[in-house]
């Protein structure tokens, strides 16, 4: 008995330490978010300090924050429902038909290094002037969400039976009817996992919008970043801008928890 | 009624071909315009038109020191950081593979690393190695360990961007296996239990090679990302000091949006994407082999 207990004691020990080493970046951003930048900069590093909510007022105030905050939100928004209407309709016809060249050829986009591609759309872009555009951010993001959302429907829609649409067809109903009415209804959870998933990805992504966008559609992370060009770093600043950009991602994730491990992870899991 | 079935007939082309249009618009093409630029040497400063020059950019490029580092730079890179993420994320999915109070906590902060924004850990990560007020040196001091430079020194600044990876990437090869170890079946652990084996022979002889698949496809999407490690990189260091941190995504970037050498960026992006489509296609022949 005694020792059934000390193995748990150890395992939890473990377990636990696990835990710190996974959140303490966390919680040192958390902290230095409340700190006055004298605290910051002070040696040894504050562990007990005052308080300060002076680097929220300053970031939503005298940055435009909320308008980046806003940018993020209307591209992710957008990329993820647009690769919803191109993927849906190609996930179900890899799923159905089999077509794993096609899968493959999709997935691609999610494999080859992003870089290959924004080079040359930063040449195309600007002759077409769509520099700083919505337009240009969008479809960029698209190349990142659509992939995503073709690789798990692909797996989900494999889970629904066939018969469900076969039947239907039988009583005279086209497979595009059946496709729209029956097997998308029963997609819930897999449209969960896929637009979850793609718009976190589409709210981190940082490469493409460092390139593609400027003052006008600047997304959060370029303005997080653009924090470390100033002479002196302001710490309290940059990290405050952190949290804030991360806090929407983690409540995604806290909501959908289940639906995020699945995305991430099947694939890997054979499915 | 005639209309419909002729669409129907053709649903396996309708359906995808949006999706179709728009990866050969935005993935396919640029890719084949790189590839065509590499051959010319145009410099997009100079307001000159782009020239043929045949394989004079790669006869350049190939040869300079700076970019063979960064090949060399980009696999240490990957190499290291997904054997440390591959053994530290199984070893802690052995670990956490059993019922235990505040399972479902574990595994939500498993995922915070995954979600969270990788620029922003970039900078949460400067702060920690700054060597004057970060915390990292102050842990060293604690312990009496000489101050370190970190990322400010081009000996230790690979190492410590390798760690930042490894903390933010071994929870997902975790998250993976664990998934995998949740799928398999009790039968032949028991059956060892019952032959007598310890508890150690059981994971090293039983469980490790049943979920080894698993393993091996986790390693693998982690090594395609990890050859494109940017965000990070570029973050934290930009590809310094010097060109110390330099990988090919990060000589890439530089040579197209700040020198605007789009002919010689070209053949970097060539090469890097020669790199990555082969370890992928490789990859997925091998998986496809042993799915039968």
Known sequence: ?271 | MIRSSVAERNLHLLFPLPAIIFVAMLMVFPVLYTFSLSFTNWNLTSGMPATFVGLNSYARVLTEPRFLNAIARTFAFTVFAVAIEGFLGVAAALILNRAFVGKSLAKFLLLLPLVATPVAIGIVFNLFYDPTIGLANFVLQAVGLPPGLWISSDKSVLPSLILVDVWQWTPMITLIVLAGLAGLSEEPVEAARIDGASEWQIIRWVTIPMVMPVILTALILRLIDALKTFDIIFAMTGGGPGYASETLNIMGFKYSFEYFRMGQSAVVLVVLFIIVFGCSMGIMKLRAASEL
């Not at chain 1, 004298?38 to 909320?66: A, H």
């Not at chain 1, 989900?156 to 009415?181: C, H, N």
């Open chain 1, 1 to 271: 008995m005694n020792r059934k207990f000390l193995s748990s004691a150890i395992f939890y020990a473990v377990v636990i330490a696990m835990a710190l080493i996974v959140l303490f970046p966390f919680l040192w951003m958390l902290s230095s978010s409340f700190k006055t930048q004298v605290d910051i900069i002070s040696w040894p590093p504050k562990i007990f300090f005052t308080p300060t909510l002076q680097n929220y007022e300053k970031v939503f105030g005298e940055q435009d924050f909320l308008k980046y905050f806003l940018n993020s939100t209307i591209v992710g928004t957008a990329a993820v429902s647009l690769s919803l209407v191109l993927g849906l309709p190609a996930a179900y016809s890899i799923a159905r038909f089999t077509q794993r060249k096609l899968a493959v050829f999709i997935l691609l986009a999610r494999l080859m290094p992003g870089i290959s591609f924004l080079m040359p759309w930063y040449i195309v872009f600007s002759r077409l002037n769509l520099m700083d555009s919505y337009t240009a951010l969008i479809l960029s993001h698209m190349l990142i969400a659509l992939p995503i959302v073709v690789w798990i429907m692909s797996s989900y829609f494999l889970t629904i039976p066939p018969e469900m649409e076969e039947s239907a067809m039988v009583d005279g109903a086209t497979r595009q009817y059946a496709f729209w009415k029956i097997v998308l209804p029963l997609s819930g959870p897999g449209i969960i996992t896929a637009t979850t998933l793609s718009f976190i990805f589409s709210w981190n992504n940082f490469m493409f919008s460092q390139v593609l966008s400027m003052e006008k559609t600047k997304t959060l992370p370029i303005a997080v970043y653009n924090f470390l060009s100033y002479a002196e770093v302001d710490w309290g600043g940059v990290m405050a801008a952190a949290v804030a950009i991360m806090v929407p991602a983690i409540v995604l994730t806290m909501i959908f928890q289940k639906y995020v491990v699945k995305g991430l992870t099947m694939g890997a899991v054979k499915g």
